[in-house]
């Protein structure tokens, strides 16, 4: 059976294409897309899990999303 890992990332509405297709390059695949709140769009992605190097993304990305989310 496959497990699934999964990964939210605020998405720049200037940016779309550029932020989907750079996860896309590290295996994740889009399953929606949703407004939050303060009317922000997060996208939700997943992918097989065990990915291996492809996982070297992970940190950055949340690092990320706590400075997008001012938390930093």
């Not at 550029?18 to 997943?46: F, T």
């Not at 992918?47 to 706590?66: D, I, M, V």
């Amino acid at each position: 059976m496959t497990t699934w890992e999964y990964l939210t990332t605020p998405l720049m509405i200037h940016n779309t294409a550029a932020i989907l297709n750079n996860w896309g390059k590290q295996g994740w695949e889009l399953v929606q897309v949703v407004q939050n709140a303060d009317g922000g769009l997060v996208a939700y992605m997943k992918r097989p899990s065990g990915a291996g190097e492809q996982n070297a993304g992970l940190g950055a990305a949340a690092e990320a999303a706590k400075q997008f989310e001012g938390q930093q």
